[in-house]
């Protein structure tokens, strides 16, 4: 689809036309729908109340009215009003939608208003047999589900077609593979799926194709909508006598040659070295350094010894000194431990895979395109941000049809999104809040990043998961076509495991440090204490010292006397 493009005056006028001009052309087809939400939207719309999985109400509000940014008056959307909430609301038409024999093409405008970082904006069209008489949530069973998804790592367009299995009477979801990526802007995007009747199908993002197969295709959907028609014999068990080993030690060299010595060195003194003549073994290479001084605060009782550090001996400079040792150098007798060679095993037979069989479940669906009657469409998201816009939905049968729809809708709206863009001289990045909404506390927002952190989270391993599965199904496929979504996991996966042992290896250490602080305390005391005693046994021999000298001159002055 390639779209107009309008030259600036026309855009002008168009930006400044008192009103939106409704789709007034009769469709194509009896069973078609353009759904624009004029003023009767609730007549045709219903807000769902219902519990998610029986456990979350669908408590977000959802309104009709202009974008914030507005690109044409009276041109109006249905919002969802609400962040971090369940959203669901539904439209049940007259009549059902079929598209047996037919060409199946939807197609819808998304603006994220203030972005989107976590959450969907895809929308599902309702099996017509699926009890739309109850309110909608996430059990009621629809055909297709088909738009943007985001959050964390994830970013894609769903293509998902709930399609019944004849033998079990079970229905499964067709997931494709490899999605192609949502455009992540504040401006309108328009998303196209079409389905043709020879089973090719196409997803384009503003016109242009962003995806493209054929539903038959085992390659691109998972699973795929026709099973093979061969699988393994479950029962089929590999024989003892099978070989598949490729190589076999050589018996003709069982034993180790007997010049082969395991225990030579790698490396060895080289025996054709010779020292230098004017080499000095007597004359030591390092010496202390002559200028070095004695610390004044040095206390050799308390400090030991003192000993100046040594330098390069400046004798050294012009020839060898110190003891001669001749340089080590490969050793050319080297061999290693002994390994018995290998020869290709003459008894080798291959690897064994166990016999094919006829699958039991096989079955052959040649019509993936005819989906069930459509009785309805609806939005049923959950979304961290607030302020999704949808518009110009279109439900019919002819790709020109929804050509012509997007060129005088979608077009005309987006050439004046990106005048504006342009025209802006200071682009306002902070959200728009609306006169009902409260302005966040810190907690709600401390609330809604741990939400969004989790949700991505979850998304990531869900998304990680899936891929791993895929992989073990479809190895060769997975890493040639999808070789970007490996180094992705592989990074974060990586990333995650290096901060969680380093940061393991930071606690460790400063555990060890501490303890090393409280040992080197300890000792510190212990030495302290150590020199104190030394010092107490010193005052105490000195004492003594002092005593005898005393008591000694004391009897000579007696003996002095008794003369």
Not at 511 to 527: F, P, Q, R
Request: aromatic residues 10%; contains cysteine; charged residues 35%.
């Amino acid at each position: 689809m390639k779209f107009s493009t309008l030259p600036i005056a026309v855009l002008a006028a168009v930006a400044a036309a008192d009103s939106f001009a409704p789709w007034e052309t009769k469709l194509a087809h009896d069973d078609a729908i353009l759904e624009q939400f004029d003023d009767s939207w609730d007549s045709r719309w219903k807000v769902s109340h219902a519990k998610r999985d029986g456990e979350f109400s669908y408590v977000g509000r959802w309104a009709v009215e202009e974008p914030n940014d507005v690109a044409i008056p009276g041109d109006k959307g249905l919002v969802a009003k609400s962040p971090a909430s369940h959203h669901a609301i539904s439209y049940i038409f007259n009549k059902p939608y079929d598209n047996t024999d037919k060409d199946l093409i939807l197609q819808y405008e998304a603006k994220f208003q203030q972005d989107l970082n976590c959450g969907g904006a895809y929308i599902k069209l309702l099996s017509a047999d699926g009890n739309l008489d109850e309110e909608f949530s996430n059990e009621t069973p629809y055909q297709i589900m088909f738009g943007p998804d985001k959050c964390g790592s994830t970013n894609k367009v769903h293509f998902i077609i709930r399609r019944k299995n004849p033998h079990t009477g079970e229905y499964e979801e067709k997931h494709l593979r490899t999605s192609p990526m949502a455009k992540m802007t504040r401006l309108s995007s328009l998303y196209t799926l079409i389905i043709k009747q020879n089973n090719d199908f196409e997803i384009r993002i503003n016109g242009e194709v962003a995806k493209a197969g054929n539903l038959l295709d085992g390659a691109l959907f998972t699973p795929a909508f026709n099973p093979a028609k061969e699988i393994d014999d479950p029962n089929d068990v590999k024989p003892e006598t099978w070989v598949d080993d490729i190589e076999i030690p050589d018996p003709e060299e069982s034993d180790k040659p007997e010049d082969w010595d395991e225990n030579a060195p790698r490396r060895i003194p080289d025996p054709e070295a010779v020292k230098p003549e004017d080499w000095d073994e007597d004359t030591p290479e390092y010496i202390p350094d002559p200028e070095a001084e004695k610390p004044e605060d040095w206390d050799d009782e308390e400090d030991g010894e003192w000993i100046a550090a040594e330098i390069p001996n400046p004798e050294c400079e012009e020839h060898g000194c110190g003891k001669w040792e001749a340089p080590i150098i490969e050793n050319p007798n080297y061999k290693g431990k002994w390994i018995q060679p290998m020869i290709p095993n003459p008894d080798y037979k291959g690897p064994w895979a166990p016999r094919k069989i006829e699958n039991p479940d096989y079955y052959e669906d040649t019509e993936a395109h005819n989906l069930e009657p459509i009785g309805g469409l609806g939005f049923e998201l959950w979304t961290m941000d607030k302020n999704l816009l949808f518009d110009n939905i279109y439900l019919g049968h002819s790709v020109s049809e929804a050509e012509l729809i997007g060129n005088k809708t979608f077009a005309e709206k987006l050439q004046i999104e990106k005048l504006h863009q342009e025209e802006s001289v200071q682009v306002d990045e902070a959200p728009n809040v609306s006169d009902e909404a409260e302005e966040a506390t810190i907690i709600d927002q401390l609330s809604l990043i741990y939400q969004i952190a989790f949700e991505s989270g979850k998304s990531f391993l869900k998304d990680a998961n899936d891929y791993m599965v895929d992989l073990v199904e479809d190895p060769v496929y997975v890493l040639t076509e999808r070789r970007n979504e490996a180094l992705i996991y592989g990074g974060v996966f990586g990333f995650t495991f290096s901060v969680f042992f380093g940061t393991l290896a930071i606690l460790l250490l400063k555990l060890t440090s501490e303890i090393d602080d409280s040992v080197d305390a300890k000792s510190n005391k212990e030495v302290e204490t150590e020199k104190k005693d030394e010092k107490e046994d010193k005052e105490d021999i000195e004492e003594e010292k002092e005593a005898k000298t005393s008591s000694s001159e004391q009897s000579e002055t007696k003996a002095e006397k008794r003369r």
